[in-house]
Antibody, heavy 121, light 107 residues
């Protein structure tokens, strides 16, 4: 089965750091761009970051630029999100998602179950 | 940034009835639109891409239409598992942006 499983979430103090992981299985991870999307419980979805198949290109939402860093290890089939200088506004469920491109259509066709980050003192 | 606006916020429908959800983009996005379903406590699930193409495994009861700035998701006959929140998302420009969602609940 195609699957994404996030881990690494938890409670962290403002200004602290956390590293999220997303383990991929059931597909050739190295062939896909990957994304992080977050959601405050009960609220909408917000795109966070994107990374190219080989890790050479990354993109970020303005709200996280300079504080969050996306990376990947294709040998381990794992996507990461290093989160630094965290604030309460980063509190959310973080989902990793696989990006698929078909005839110019970019969409997220596989999603993980999410990992929860709570930033609070 | 392209702003996506969904309406209504909540839609109350009886099982077996049809539901029609709307999504509007703040500027033209051609057909670069996806729809996702999110059931309580679950991750989003892709339903539609390219405004009207159903994703793999999505039943024909779901249909998408529209282009430019106005889009619609229709669910022809609501089943119990269809009561959920639906999000539209544009991929015409970066950053990707989502609508605020429409909650479809049981009337």
């Amino acid at each position: 089965d195609v699957q994404l499983v996030e881990s690494g979430g938890g409670l962290v103090q403002p200004g602290g750091s956390l590293r999220l992981s997303c383990a991929a299985s059931g597909f050739t991870f190295s062939r896909y761009w990957m994304q992080w999307v977050r959601q405050v419980p009960g609220k909408g979805l917000v795109w966070v970051s994107r990374i190219r198949t080989d890790g050479s290109t990354t993109m970020y939402a303005d709200s996280v630029k300079g504080r969050l860093t996306i990376s990947r290890d294709n040998a381990k089939n794992t996507l990461y999100l290093q989160m630094n200088s965290l604030t309460a506004e980063d509190t959310a469920i973080y989902y990793c998602a696989r990006e698929t491109v078909v005839q110019g259509n970019y969409y997220m066709d596989v999603w993980g179950t999410g990992t929860t980050v709570i930033v609070s003192s | 940034e392209i702003v996506m606006t969904q309406s209504p916020v909540t839609l109350s429908v009886s099982p077996g009835e049809r539901a029609t959800l709307s999504c509007r983009a703040s500027q033209t996005i051609s057909s670069d639109l996806a729809w996702y379903q999110q059931r309580p406590g679950q991750a989003p699930r892709l339903l539609i891409y390219g405004a009207s193409t159903r994703a793999t495994g999505i039943p024909a009861s779901f249909s998408g239409s529209g282009s430019g700035t106005e889009f619609t998701l229709a669910i022809s006959s609501l089943q119990s598992e269809d009561f959920a929140i639906y999000f539209c998302q544009q991929y015409h420009n970066w950053p990707l942006t989502f609508g605020g969602g429409t909650k479809v609940d049981i009337k």
